[in-house]
């Protein structure tokens, strides 16, 4: 019997492309359109970070976590943030594979009840009560921390970023939330990266020339700050 090639093929050519099919790199592009396109079209809840991307570095998604937002997610797109004496936390619960990231100015609102993602007591609630919905509990749960920086000339007698990393050090170690890694204080800015699926976070120390966004964040915070009683991971560089 003598075999004979597909209709439309010559011999030694590969048989033509099925109908409708794409080439590999024109489908992995179209769905990576296509995630970006359903995450632009959520509804945020209250708090919850909005601006999504693609981050052409990291060639990925990403969403970018602006001051008093977080973020919380069980795939593994980027979440993103800059930080100068604002702190970042990055929670993630091993065995649910969830992960998440908030962005908080000052550790309360001097002794008031807030509402707000900007004060750290409502920031970290906040994120923790969304991982939970997503499955996530406070047993499984680990903590990186990032931030807390002097980035500002002048404003260290004020200590925002230290006072920012007392209180989330002492609110994770009251909550029983391990503190696997964390890179804090100094006198450096951080441009943050976290992966919520995997738990993978990444951190760059950007030059303590201060972008103009930090310094308006810094004095943001300046002006709200009142007086307050006293109260194992890995970090990639990149």
């Given at each position: 019997?003598i075999s004979?090639?597909?209709?439309g093929?010559r011999p030694?050519?590969?048989?033509?492309?099925?109908l409708?099919?794409?080439p590999?790199?024109q489908g992995?592009i179209?769905?990576?359109?296509d995630?970006?396109t359903?995450l632009k079209a959520?509804i945020?809840?209250p708090?919850?970070?909005?601006f999504?991307f693609y981050?052409?570095?990291f060639?990925?998604?990403?969403?970018?976590?602006?001051?008093?937002e977080y973020f919380?997610?069980?795939?593994?797109l980027?979440i993103?943030?800059?930080?100068?004496s604002?702190?970042?936390v990055c929670?993630?619960?091993?065995?649910a594979?969830?992960?998440?990231?908030?962005h908080?100015?000052?550790?309360d609102?001097?002794?008031?009840?807030?509402?707000s993602g900007r004060?750290?007591?409502f920031?970290m609630?906040?994120l923790?009560?969304?991982?939970m919905?997503m499955?996530a509990?406070?047993?499984?749960?680990?903590?990186?921390?990032?931030?807390?920086g002097?980035?500002?000339?002048?404003?260290?007698?004020?200590?925002?970023?230290?006072r920012?990393t007392t209180?989330?050090?002492?609110?994770?170690k009251?909550?029983?939330?391990?503190?696997?890694?964390k890179?804090v204080?100094d006198?450096?800015?951080?441009k943050v990266?976290f992966?919520?699926?995997s738990?993978?976070?990444?951190v760059?120390?950007?030059?303590?020339?201060?972008?103009?966004a930090i310094?308006?964040?810094e004095?943001i915070?300046?002006q709200?700050?009142?007086p307050?009683?006293?109260?194992g991971?890995?970090?990639d560089?990149?």
């Amino acid at each position: 019997m003598i075999s004979t090639p597909p209709m439309g093929s010559r011999p030694g050519m590969p048989p033509p492309a099925a109908l409708g099919s794409k080439p590999p790199l024109q489908g992995a592009i179209g769905a990576r359109s296509d995630r970006l396109t359903r995450l632009k079209a959520r509804i945020p809840k209250p708090g919850e970070a909005s601006f999504f991307f693609y981050d052409a570095h990291f060639k990925a998604e990403a969403v970018k976590i602006l001051p008093g937002e977080y973020f919380v997610y069980d795939e593994d797109l980027l979440i993103m943030t800059t930080l100068g004496s604002c702190i970042a936390v990055c929670l993630w619960d091993r065995q649910a594979k969830v992960g998440g990231m908030n962005h908080f100015m000052l550790p309360d609102n001097g002794g008031g009840a807030s509402d707000s993602g900007r004060y750290g007591s409502f920031a970290m609630e906040l994120l923790i009560n969304e991982m939970m919905k997503m499955g996530a509990s406070r047993m499984t749960m680990e903590a990186k921390v990032f931030g807390g920086g002097a980035v500002i000339t002048g404003m260290n007698t004020i200590n925002v970023g230290e006072r920012n990393t007392t209180f989330v050090m002492d609110y994770l170690k009251t909550e029983r939330i391990p503190v696997v890694s964390k890179d804090v204080l100094d006198i450096y800015p951080r441009k943050v990266c976290f992966l919520p699926h995997s738990g993978k976070a990444m951190v760059k120390r950007l030059a303590p020339s201060n972008p103009e966004a930090i310094i308006q964040q810094e004095r943001i915070a300046a002006q709200k700050v009142t007086p307050v009683a006293s109260a194992g991971g890995s970090i990639d560089l990149f």
